[in-house]
């Protein structure tokens, strides 16, 4: 299985990005697919997830800015990222998960002040 990410980028604080994961097999043979985020010297986070019932969970610092979705035909999952702040500058993974979870190479997002 592959989760190939895309659409990372440089961007300005208060500008948008939309982030692309894209499956090589059904998003819908996961129980659900997520997005992870990393930054420099911290662990890794939960930014946002979308299980196979549409029901979404959202990490609390990008709630209200952030929204997953997904194209089933496509078997892509998206992150769109509205009002990015400098703080949100990770390396951002997807991730399909169930009985074996797995993940993309991750994309790298930079915001700049």
């Known amino acids: 299985v592959q989760l190939q990410a895309s659409g990372g980028g440089l961007v300005q604080a208060g500008g948008s990005l939309r982030l692309s994961c894209a499956a090589s097999?059904?998003?819908?043979?996961?129980?659900?697919m997520g997005w992870y985020r990393q930054a420099p010297g911290k662990q890794r986070e939960l930014v946002a997830v979308l299980d196979s019932d549409g029901s979404t969970n959202y990490g609390a610092t990008v709630k209200g800015r952030f929204t997953i979705s997904r194209d089933s035909a496509k078997n892509t999952v998206y992150l769109q990222m509205n009002h990015l702040k400098p703080e949100d500058t990770a390396v951002y993974y997807c991730?399909?998960?169930?009985?074996?979870?797995?993940w993309g190479q991750g994309t790298l997002v930079t915001v700049s002040s």
């Open positions: 991730k399909g998960l169930g009985v074996i979870d797995y």
């Open positions: 097999r059904s998003i819908f043979s996961f129980a659900a």
